[in-house]
């Protein structure tokens, strides 16, 4: 493969394949040599694709992202057809969204879920630009395997069966799956486990309900299915996301900060763009996945970041059930059927049994089960999803009109489609203005409704403890409310959603949207599923809220009063940890004050963390050991020896109750745990950072900074599947990702950025991992936008492709 100059002659039985299947999916392909799209590629391969319109940016786009990522494309389009079993075996593991599920799982899941009809007639109410960006990403991809030929992809797909060209159901598909990321794709598993009890095992309508879980075990077991929850088994997204307005920045501009913290591997990664259709577009940032647009980014005037929201995308019916038939379920007295579909997988091996399931629906949505938090189908009780984000195609034209805008207004008009599935926004333009709006898709349920449609006490002690709205199926009245300003039905319209707009500060760190602006302007009006206020925030949100307002007012001994780029870059690799701040100084005091009854073990540990500095700089020796100390210790029952108060949400909880005899000898017994653990793992107790976490890259080792979510470090970085250190370390795959600081001058955007695991996803390629050692040292790469610095970082000739 040659990624930014050339292509590699033409395969016929492809460009056969890919003709036909372009022609299949309606597209009509415009004469040879018609019109062209150029690439150019600068520093670390960033790609800069312009074309005459849409259709031949995106197909621009989908080319350059071939060049980078076509294995990872291709085993993703296996996943959204529904065939990793045939391809990978049905036992093996494979990933749905943030899930790692086995194949046949997945396949049935797919098959089940995916309604192509439906999709197809969603998109097809999508604008004339829209639809053409599809078209045009179609088209690139096939163009890039025409081009370049199966036998001659990287390794790990190259001559694969599996590899075939896109069609445009797959391109929709694709777009779904990413949509129902935080709904029903995440109760994937909760889906294929709902199955009417055996007739010999009903239990009669006079017999009492299954025996209730506690909400806590609840809780515990729904953290798995989260977005912003991190269950045991990693799976948890996040971010940071800070804009300054002008009365917090040194010249009257707005300044950024996005910090999205994603996964390193698979479709959810990072990919740096910049797109250009003369005289109408210029934008330039990242996107995921199969997508012609750019999601996090800037123009000219305006920069924006996203932040996963901590807004509910669905919600659970209890349905009642006929005594009769657990498959009837009653609405107002009145009896509904369930709808059955059922799906099956080819034999994997000659001679093996064809796998079937039957998905069961009611007119709230599938039905599930997650028998372990309660939410079993027994004779008289059964729960359906109604999912929010179902069929919901509008975000593409969120994100096109995103791009044109010329302020933090423009942006909030461009966002009131409702398109935005997940995630908050927040946003700086050039004039000085800061946004935070959370306009992501929420279901119109008030908190009124929320009480007056509990079906039990323990339906509502699940909203109470694990977040989970579970309202009344056998009341026609418990349907989410249908507002007509909405963009869709049952939808909480936009201007009942959280959005301030200011020319002090905002942030999120995927706390709600109660302490997001500086002025805190939100009052109790707004739906509880968009948010909870009053409630003890995570540590990344105090750290942030923390350093924003200790550098505003020049404390830490640093300059005061304004934040501007400088300092935006430098506050995120200072690496403090916030968890730490909180403990230590009472941990040390317990250390001296107990000396003489402690373990060598513990004795050591309050040694190596008295001489640690309480950062996770990769030189910091100490913060191996404290992350595990702190893994074990900060669930201790009754830990704090200052409990949380709503009215100082940023400075508590804090400190240790070591005075509790129980709590204190918790800690020291955590402590010494710990430091066998770290010794166990083949590490001496006060090991650098840097020699326990870190990549191997092009031969060499490269230490990586950053701490875990629950030690409140805002670089966050996580080896999610891996319980504690073990030998050989961290294994990092998650975190930190995409990074930009964007501010204006007069010639428009200034701005830096960082994508931490490289364009390519190939192992093979120079663009795999290659910005990590920038990463690693804090530094920044000066990004270019403005044609003349395109011009000077500029890597080879441009390609150009006439199609």
Request: hydrophobic residues 45%; proline residues 7%; neutral net charge.
């Amino acid at each position: 493969m040659k990624p930014f100059s050339s292509v590699p002659p033409q395969r016929a039985a492809l460009a056969a394949l890919a003709a036909a299947v372009l022609s299949a999916c309606g597209s009509v392909a415009p004469a040879p040599g018609a019109r062209s799209v150029q690439i150019q590629r600068t520093t670390y391969g960033i790609a800069h694709i312009s074309a005459a319109d849409y259709e031949g940016l995106a197909y621009g786009t989908a080319y350059a992202y071939a060049q980078d990522n076509v294995c990872q494309m291709a085993e993703q389009l296996v996943t959204v057809r529904g065939e990793r079993s045939r391809y990978f075996g049905p036992t093996a593991q494979g990933q749905l969204g943030l899930r790692m599920l086995p194949n046949a799982q997945i396949d049935l899941f797919i098959r089940g879920h995916m309604d192509d009809a439906a999709l197809a007639r969603a998109n097809a109410a999508l604008g004339a630009d829209a639809q053409a960006s599809q078209r045009g990403y179609v088209a690139g991809y096939n163009r890039y395997l025409q081009d370049t030929g199966v036998h001659n992809l990287p390794q790990a797909c190259r001559g694969a069966a599996w590899v075939t060209p896109i069609t445009l159901a797959d391109l929709h598909r694709l777009t779904e799956q990413s949509m129902v990321l935080g709904g029903v794709g995440a109760l994937a598993d909760a889906v294929l486990a709902a199955a009417p009890p055996a007739a010999a095992t009903r239990t009669s309508a006079r017999s009492p309900s299954p025996p209730a879980v506690a909400p806590r075990a609840a809780a515990a077991e729904l953290a798995r299915y989260s977005l912003n929850q991190r269950p045991a088994e990693g799976g948890e997204l996040g971010s940071n996301g800070w804009a300054f307005g002008r009365n917090a920045t040194p010249d009257g501009a707005g300044v950024l900060l996005g910090n999205p913290h994603f996964p390193w591997v698979g479709m959810n990664r990072f990919w740096q763009m910049h797109l250009t259709i003369p005289g109408q577009l210029d934008v330039m940032g990242s996107t995921t996945g199969a997508s012609p647009v750019v999601t996090i980014g800037f123009n000219r005037d305006v920069a924006w970041t996203h932040t996963v929201s901590t807004g509910k995308r669905f919600t659970l019916y209890e349905l009642k059930l006929d005594p009769a038939d657990p498959t009837v379920y009653l609405v107002d007295g009145q009896p509904r059927r369930m709808t059955q579909r059922t799906v099956s997988l080819p034999a994997s091996t000659p001679g093996a049994p064809v796998v079937q399931h039957t998905f069961w629906g009611t007119d709230w949505g599938p039905v599930l089960a997650i028998p372990r938090a309660g939410l079993a189908w027994s004779a008289s009780t059964a729960y359906a999803i109604a999912d929010a984000n179902t069929l919901n195609v509008r975000s593409i034209e969120t994100w096109m009109r995103m791009a044109r805008a010329r302020s933090v207004q423009d942006l909030r008009a461009a966002m009131g489609n409702q398109g935005i599935p997940w995630v908050n926004t927040l946003a700086a333009d050039r004039s000085g203005n800061a946004m935070y709006a959370d306009l992501s898709v929420v279901p119109d349920v008030s908190a009124e409704m929320l009480r007056r449609c509990a079906p039990s006490p323990r339906a509502a002690a699940l909203l109470g403890e694990a977040g989970l709205p579970v309202l009344d199926g056998s009341r026609a009245d418990c349907a989410w409310h249908r507002d007509a300003a909405a963009a869709a039905p049952g939808l909480i319209p936009d201007a009942r959603m959280p959005v301030a707009i200011t020319p002090d500060w905002v942030q999120n760190s995927n706390d709600s949207f109660w302490l997001s602006t500086a002025g805190r302007p939100f009052g109790t009006q707004i739906s509880p599923l968009v948010g909870a206020v009053g409630t003890v925030q995570r540590l990344r949100t105090r750290a942030g809220i923390e350093e924003i307002e200790g550098r505003l007012a020049g404390g830490d001994g640093l300059p005061g009063n304004r934040m501007g780029l400088d300092e935006v870059r430098s506050v995120l690799f200072r690496d403090k940890n916030l968890a730490a701040r909180l403990v230590l100084d009472d941990l040390a005091a317990a250390c001296r004050a107990m000396d003489a009854t402690l373990t060598p073990a513990q004795r050591e540990g309050c040694a190596v963390l008295a001489r640690w500095d309480r950062t996770n700089d990769v030189q910091a020796h100490g913060a191996v050991l404290f992350r595990e100390f702190w893994r074990q210790a900060k669930d201790i029952p009754r830990l704090w020896r200052v409990p949380f108060d709503p009215a100082r949400p940023v400075a508590t909880p804090a400190g240790l109750a070591m005075a509790d005899a129980r709590v204190g000898a918790a800690v020291f017994k955590a402590l010494g745990d710990a430091v066998t653990l770290v010794r166990a793992a083949g590490y001496a107790p006060d090991v650098a950072l840097g020699e326990a976490q870190w990549r191997e890259v092009q031969g060499r080792r490269v230490p990586i900074p950053g701490g875990d979510e629950f030690e409140g470090v805002l670089n966050k970085v996580e080896s999610q599947g891996q319980p504690t250190l073990s030998a050989g370390g961290y294994r990092i795959n998650y975190g930190s990702s995409y990074i930009q600081a964007v501010g204006f001058d007069a010639r428009g955007p200034v701005a830096w950025g960082i994508l931490t695991y490289g364009q390519s996803s190939d192992p093979a390629s120079p663009h795999a991992y290659d910005q990590l050692p920038m990463f690693s040292a804090g530094q920044w790469q000066a990004l270019p936008f403005h044609p003349q610095d395109v011009q000077a970082q500029r890597m080879g000739p441009p390609l150009v492709l006439a199609y």
